[in-house]
């Protein structure tokens, strides 16, 4: 008896002090002005529970407090915001005090100079690199037969296999942009560079809490092993006589050509972006759009349709073109509703370099502001019928120019990368569907967040057409 009143005192205890700890920590954020919300524990705030619950969490919030409403995520105090025309300004207004705001754990991992995280002239100069190594002219004339050739022979021996197609999208995703940033060397680092950068990947999307363990500190050591392999290559290429025509190649010239210098720490900072913004969006949709395929047969019968109608005019081993893939209409429909319905980014995260109003509230200097877009693409005004998969409806290119339109962010931050991740996921949807038919097996549950992914993997048994 005296031993259960003990675990009963203790448990009270406990619960006590759990009640005064959280009480203590939402009396720190009451402020007067700021949203409506709750903080959560000191330091983890309400991160767990986002997570875990992803858009329940979210939903719960709203119910309680509106579409605007304070949190503590990922380490950072924030504000969420769930409305359509309140984004759109957010969004189109970086010089008014709004600058990215990504977690400590993704600046970290990424680099400090990577474009997501730099803001005013570096960014205008980070950002002008990058648009100059993935413009039309350089995707047309260097980067789609690179990507050709590469499709081609990864989607080679396929047939009569059952394959785990996450694991293989992932690889694809990572070995095209490799072979787009280092050409000659790609084969021969590519497998001491992948699975450090999946480390990478884990790691910007966790707590910053440096400890033996945690997907934090596994994807920082995973960095410095990816600075010295890419610090390496730069260094054997500066100590060589030969010009490389590609994204490598492109930043490290001195000469007039390149109007965008960069230092070698920025280079790679670059590169990283590069692959890492690629993977995420190209590996993801690709994976999606072959379930969503094998779910509707009527769409993958009118995708197979375009693409065989491409493979006639050519011949046999002739590789696609910037002509064929501007003709791939109803292809791109496809990688967009795939984009929108599985949500595969679902918002963007802005910090504030001053104190300032936003719908009425104030909004203190240094917080974040997390965009949640997720919930646009389900809005059935603006998508009838939202849980249908449908790519007609993106045949009317006018939706594309739509200002809810953010797949691919928006304002000055819309991804630079867009028109070159669609060549890449239409190069790998023509091989596949020309090659290949399929089915699933063992109907694998699918996640879809934080990140859209199947916990043990989407396996499918592939066969020649």
């Known amino acids: 008896m005296g031993v259960f009143m003990v675990i009963i005192g203790l448990f009270v205890t406990v619960l006590c002090v759990c009640t005064a700890v959280l009480r203590w920590n939402e009396m720190r954020y009451r402020k007067k002005g700021l949203p409506p919300g709750t903080m959560g524990w000191p330091v983890f705030g309400e991160t767990t529970e986002f997570l875990k619950q992803g858009p329940n969490f979210m939903k719960t919030q709203r119910s309680r407090y509106g579409s605007f409403f304070k949190s503590h995520l990922l380490g950072c105090p924030t504000v969420v915001s769930m409305d359509p025309e309140l984004n759109r300004y957010i969004l189109m207004n ?5 600058v990215p705001g990504y977690p400590q754990s993704m600046l970290d991992i990424l680099g400090k100079c990577n474009i997501a995280a730099v803001h005013g002239c570096t960014h205008k100069r980070m950002r002008g690199a990058l648009l100059a190594l993935i413009s039309p002219t350089m995707i047309r004339q260097q980067l789609l037969p690179k990507i050709d050739e590469f499709m081609r022979d990864f989607l080679s021996n396929w047939n009569n296999k059952v394959i785990n197609i996450q694991d293989k999208t992932k690889e694809m995703a990572f070995l095209s942009s490799l072979k787009q940033i280092a050409s000659v060397e790609s084969s021969s680092v590519a497998q001491e560079f992948m699975p450090e950068f999946f480390k990478l990947v884990l790691g910007t999307l966790s707590l910053p809490i440096d400890l033996p363990g945690t997907n934090y500190r596994r994807g920082f050591q995973a960095r410095k092993n990816i600075l010295k392999i890419l610090g390496q290559l730069i260094e054997q290429r500066r100590n060589g006589e030969e010009s490389h025509k590609d994204m490598l190649g492109y930043l490290m010239r001195n000469d007039d050509s390149n109007r965008h210098k960069l230092s070698d720490g920025e280079i790679i900072d ?100 997390y965009v949640y877009t997720r919930e646009i693409n389900y809005d059935p005004f603006l998508y009838p019928d939202p849980l249908a998969f449908n790519p007609w409806r993106w045949m009317d290119k006018s939706l594309e120019s739509q200002s809810y339109f953010l797949i691919f962010g928006g304002g000055t931050r819309q991804c630079p990368g867009k028109e070159l991740g669609i060549a890449e996921i239409s190069t790998f949807l023509h091989y596949f569907v020309t090659r290949y038919r399929w089915e699933e097996v063992g109907g694998e549950k699918l996640m879809k967040f934080p990140r859209v992914e199947a916990p043990d993997g989407l396996h499918i048994r592939v066969s020649s057409n």
Not at 94 to 98: C, F, H, N, R, Y
Not at 288 to 302: F, G, N, Q, R
Request: charged residues 30%.
């Open 94 to 98: 970086e010089a008014k005090g709004l």
């Open 270 to 369: 670059q590169i990283i972006t590069i692959l890492y913004s690629g993977y995420e969006t190209v590996s993801t949709t690709s994976m999606m759009a072959v379930k969503y395929l094998h779910d509707h047969p009527t769409v993958l019968e009118e995708l197979r349709k375009e693409h065989m109608g491409i493979r006639a005019r050519k011949e046999a081993d002739e590789p696609i073109d910037w002509n064929d893939l501007k003709s791939m209409r109803f292809t791109r429909a496809v990688i967009f509703e795939t984009s929108r319905l599985a949500t595969i980014v679902n918002g963007v995260l802005r910090k504030t370099t001053q104190e300032m109003e936003l719908n009425g509230f104030v909004i203190p200097k240094g917080w974040r502001i």
